[in-house]
């Protein structure tokens, strides 16, 4: 009796190759598509945007030598992001600091909770900029300034997101707590922190996000070397093209920062935050 053909399995990509297809395709093909349009929208010489063929064009110097030292703020992108992110770690690290520590007394104590949220939920909603001027005026220096608006921009996230982790963690992990014996220092260590790490990580990368949107905006009116000033300093010499190139890093830059926060969650909480 003949044996029945067995059927072709075809070519199959290795796994590797098939999830870089999945994830670098759809957003290269997107990303070419907007381009194009931009082409096609901006391309006439009336346009009052310059095309992305003139914008490499017009600042082809500024893509190529990020590294570039001139005198004074005029220096290189590489040197203006590195300004920036030396405010954004300070300001963004004293909020974490001091974030998870106002979060872990307010979603312990209730009385913390009654006496301190309602102010922490009004404090919040003022505009990052409006501090600057009462920054200026307490530090009258621009940098301090600047990482004050970084405080106080990313704080608040990490305090609502930390208390939230704290009230919600199991009763029967505080059952196993006292079964145990555990003091303050090592229900804080072994029990709340990994508990809520899901919820601070969460509200950490918020802020990272509100900490990089705060520093361009306030780099715009304080001076000085940083990627807001650059924008603000092109935007004064009609640079626009010098804009568009600043906004590209700016936006790279945040999708890095917030990655690296994701990453850190993922590696600490064992999966339990999803990138």
């Not at 098939?18 to 994830?23: G, H, Q, R, S």
């Not at 005198?71 to 030396?86: C, K, P, R, Y």
């Not at 405080?151 to 992990?173: K, L």
């Amino acid at each position: 009796m003949a044996r029945a053909a067995r059927p072709s399995a075809g070519f199959r990509l290795p796994p590797f190759v098939k999830t870089l297809a999945d994830n670098v395709l759809p957003p290269l093909i997107m990303l070419a598509v907007l381009l194009g349009a931009w082409e096609l929208l901006c391309s006439s010489p009336t346009s009052s945007l310059p095309a992305p063929s003139r914008v490499l064009e017009e600042s082809w110097a500024l893509i190529v030598d990020p590294f570039y030292i001139g005198q004074g703020t005029d220096q290189g992108m590489f040197w203006h992001i590195f300004a920036s992110l030396q405010r954004v770690a300070v300001g963004y690290a004293l909020a974490a600091i001091a974030g998870i520590a106002l979060g872990t007394l307010i979603g312990q104590s209730d009385l913390a909770m009654r006496g301190l949220d309602p102010i922490f939920q009004v404090l919040r909603t003022v505009p990052p900029l409006a501090w600057l001027p009462l920054s200026l005026a307490a530090f009258r220096d621009g940098n301090p300034s600047a990482i004050f608006v970084i405080f106080i921009t990313a704080v608040w996230p990490v305090i609502i997101n930390t208390a939230v982790g704290i009230r919600n963690i199991p009763q029967d992990y505080q059952n196993v707590a006292k079964v145990l014996r555990l003091n303050g220092f090592e229900y804080f260590t072994k029990i709340m922190l990994p508990a809520a790490a899901p919820y601070i990580f969460t509200g950490l990368r918020i802020g990272i996000g509100l900490s990089w949107l705060a520093i361009v905006a306030a780099e715009m009116l304080i001076g000085g070397v940083g990627i807001g000033f650059f924008i603000w300093d092109a935007w004064n010499s009609s640079l626009i093209s010098d804009i568009i190139v600043a906004l590209v890093y700016v936006g790279i830059v945040g999708f890095m920062l917030d990655r690296v926060i994701a990453l850190i969650a993922n590696a600490v909480t064992r999966g339990n935050v999803k990138a």
